[in-house]
């Protein structure tokens, strides 16, 4: 999409962890992890930066923490030309 200046818009919800594997542990009925196991289901120490990832391909993006601020960057994302990434942090 960057090289070919696609207009789309890309919205990425950034819970900074993998909770997906936290629901199948408890499928299989794990309820106690240990420090390693908690540490490698977070995406910290280093944080993912969407926004930066995104710009280093050539795509404009911009991170958000609230309701206004994502309203006012889909508004924006819509009405630019080429691929907009928002990075929604939750």
């Not at 299989?28 to 280093?46: K, L, Q, Y």
Request: glycine letters at 10%; charged letters at 20%; a negative charge.
């Amino acid at each position: 999409m960057a090289r070919e200046g696609l207009d789309v818009l890309i919205v990425v919800l950034s819970n900074r962890g993998y909770q997906i594997l936290r629901g199948e542990l408890a499928n299989v009925g794990v309820t106690d992890v240990g420090r390693n196991a908690v540490r490698m289901f977070d995406v910290v120490e280093p944080s993912l930066d969407w926004v930066a990832l995104a710009k280093g391909h050539g795509v404009e993006a911009v991170r958000v923490t609230d309701t206004d601020q994502f309203n006012a960057a889909f508004a924006a994302g819509l009405a630019r030309k080429g691929p907009y990434v928002i990075e929604v942090i939750c």
